[in-house]
């Protein structure tokens, strides 16, 4: 996954981890587990909401709390131009992880996010992304209506809540999801020595904004909330540090240099794309035989990559299951191959114990088609996927044809229709 998404992605993949920590036996993802928080339990940290009395959350504070919303939104439109440099902390009991962005925000269409591995830019009318690690690529879309409804058209929901803040065509509720939270509505307000601190709950959490009493533009926000999926009870926390500035003028250009555009986040993700030459392989099945890429030739060939611990590559699975035995039936010129990658294993596990894992785990789940083992995460390294699953379909030619990245629930019926549009160019 892309670094402009990191938040996103701790909480949705510990949300996702959470019903698969068990591993033995590939247990249903959707059984609950027996004390599932264990020696977690009080590590956690509490709703904002649970330090707010009674007083302060009553009709008169909530509507102190709209006022106080209603203000700093009124400072954030009314600043010609936006300058930040925005910072976070995800707190888990698992441990602390940190990044900060600096931000250049002017009138609507005109925009900059960046830092070491990431920078995204909406000016002249497009919105345009770019990630170091890839060097040969970047994204570019044209603005659809404004730069907050063109990135969430992308799938791309960011932790800063100043685009949304500027942008008079959303709810500036809206701002205060955080990636996390579904309708979120003010609840409470007090005034501290850090500033006015307004409330937010919903069902997922709560958040709270401090915003400075003079400028009326937010300091800090804290938000608490239990993932998706995660056991009652189990909460994370992120903080967040910002020192927003009102500027008379700014600006903000782009310059892709040799970098080649293309639409897709999945496209920017990897450093191989549709149209590229799929690399080679020759990886070994459970049972030790050697199998080839270049031994398919002629054939419409999807892999998927997977491990036993990913739980969104569990879901997927069946899935292809369904297309490998469609094509069988169809009697298709169609190989299908699972490819097993960065499956977890200890500085001490043999890997004739790993092999035995993934094994058990292939067979309990009674797939026909078969898998690979990418076993020191070399293949996948090739294609420079930051996430898994993630299922490719290479064309007669040897090209690549379609990426897909995460799990979809129409995935079988996509890849049958790409299937049937290769097969059909032949």
Known sequence: MLTTARVAATVLAFGLAMPCLAQDGAPD?????????????????????????????????????????????????????VTDTFSYTVKTPMGEQNDS?????????TMQIKNEQMGIYA???????VVPSNEKKYLSQPIDGSVAKTLSGMGLEL??????????????ISAMKLMVLVEPKIAGFRSSDAGNEILFTDERGDVLVVTDAK??????????????????????????AMAPKSAESGTVSFNPGERKAVTSMGELETLVGTGDAAPAFSLKDFDGTSVELASLKGRVVVIDFWATWCGPCRKGLPLIEKVAQWAGEKKFPV?????????????????????AKVKDFWAKQAFTFPSLRDVNGEYIKQYGFNGIPATVVIGTDGVVAKIHSGFA?????????????LLAKK
Do not use: C, Y
């Open 29 to 81: 993802p959707n059984a609950p587990m027996a004390d599932p928080l264990g020696a977690l339990a009080g590590q956690m940290p509490a709703t904002n909401a649970s330090g707010f009395n009674d007083t302060q959350k009553d009709a008169a504070s909530v509507a102190k709390g709209q006022a106080a919303f209603d203000a700093m939104v009124k400072a954030f439109r009314d600043a010609p131009w």
């Open 101 to 109: 962005f600096d931000l250049v925000v002017g009138p609507e269409g």
């Open 123 to 129: 000016v002249d009318g497009k919105l345009n992304m």
């Open 159 to 172: 932790p800063m809540p100043h685009v949304k803040l500027r942008d008079t065509s959303v709810p500036p």
């Open 215 to 240: 400028t009326n533009l937010p300091s800090a926000m804290k938000l608490v909330f239990t993932p998706e999926g995660a056991p009652p009870g189990f909460t994370m926390g992120i903080d967040f």
């Open 335 to 355: 190989t299908v191959l699972g490819i097993n990658t960065w499956e977890e294993q200890g500085p001490q596990d043999p890997q004739e114990a790993v092999l």
């Open 409 to 421: 629930p129409t995935l079988d019926a996509d890849l049958q229709k790409e299937i049937e549009a």
